[in-house]
C-alpha cells in the first residue's frame, strides 16, 4: 500500500527539475528517519543502521516495567 508521501510524489506536477528530487529526497528522509517498521520492532532503519536499535529497546523494555510497576501499585492501593 502507498503511503500519503508516495501518492504526493506520483500525483503531483512539478514545473521545476528540482521539485521532484526535492519531494524524493523527503520520501525517503521520512522512510529511513521517522518512520517506524513493525518488521524492525517499531523502530526506524536508520535506527538500525546508525547501531541505536538495542538501546532503544532496552530503554522501551525499561519504561514498560516502570509503567506495569506503577499500575500494580496503584491497583494494590485501590485494591486494599
Same mark, same amino acid.
Given at each position: 500500500m502507498a503511503s500519503n508521501l508516495e501518492?504526493?510524489?506520483l500525483l503531483g506536477n512539478y514545473f521545476l527539475p528540482g521539485d521532484l528530487t526535492q519531494q524524493i529526497e523527503a520520501l525517503i %528522509?521520512?522512510?529511513n528517519h521517522q518512520r517506524y517498521h513493525e518488521s524492525l520492532k517499531n523502530l526506524t532503519p536508520a535506527? !538500525?543502521?546508525f547501531g541505536r536499535?538495542?538501546?532503544i529497546l532496552d530503554r522501551r523494555e525499561r !519504561?514498560?516495567?516502570k509503567?506495569? %510497576?506503577t499500575r500494580r501499585l496503584?491497583?494494590?492501593k485501590t485494591a486494599a
Open positions: 501518492n504526493r510524489i %528522509e521520512h522512510y535506527d !538500525i543502521y536499535g538495542n538501546a !519504561i514498560k516495567r509503567t506495569i %510497576e496503584q491497583y494494590r
